[in-house]
Nanobody, 115 residues
Framework: VQLVESGGGLVQPGGSLRLSCAASGIILSIYEMGWSRQIPGKQRELVASINTGGGNTRYADSVKGRFTISRDNAKSTVYLQMNNLKPEDTAVYYC?????????WGQGTQVTVSS
């Protein structure tokens, strides 16, 4: 099983990034998916999650209205569209797949918001 995140980078405040999480070795459609982030020395924080069919999403209060999670089960890929980025969004972002068959994490992608 592999979850590979991409799309991170350096962006100015107010800018946008789109993260992707490509899954292999699992049938993505049976997994609830989430994006979490972690700053060194702090606990990992769940920022967005999406159910198997994509019809139900949830967001942390800190990103509500700015981030959008979506999924394409046919492409085995989950996305996180991040708009109006703020310096406090700087973190390593991780993709997570969870079902009765297991719980898996990617290696993370760095997002840095700075002028």
């Amino acid at each position: 099983v592999q979850l590979v995140e991409s799309g991170g980078g350096l962006v100015q405040p107010g800018g946008s990034l789109r993260l992707s999480c490509a899954a292999s070795g699992i049938i993505l459609s049976i997994y609830e998916m989430g994006w979490s982030r972690q700053i060194p020395g702090k606990q990992r924080e769940l920022v967005a999650s999406i159910n198997t069919g994509g019809g139900n999403t949830r967001y942390a209060d800190s990103v509500k209205g700015r981030f959008t999670i979506s999924r394409d089960n046919a492409k085995s890929t989950v996305y996180l569209q991040m708009n109006n980025l703020k310096p406090e969004d700087t973190a390593v972002y991780y993709c997570n797949a969870n079902s009765y068959r297991g719980n898996y994490w990617g290696q993370g992608t760095q997002v840095t918001v700075s002028s």
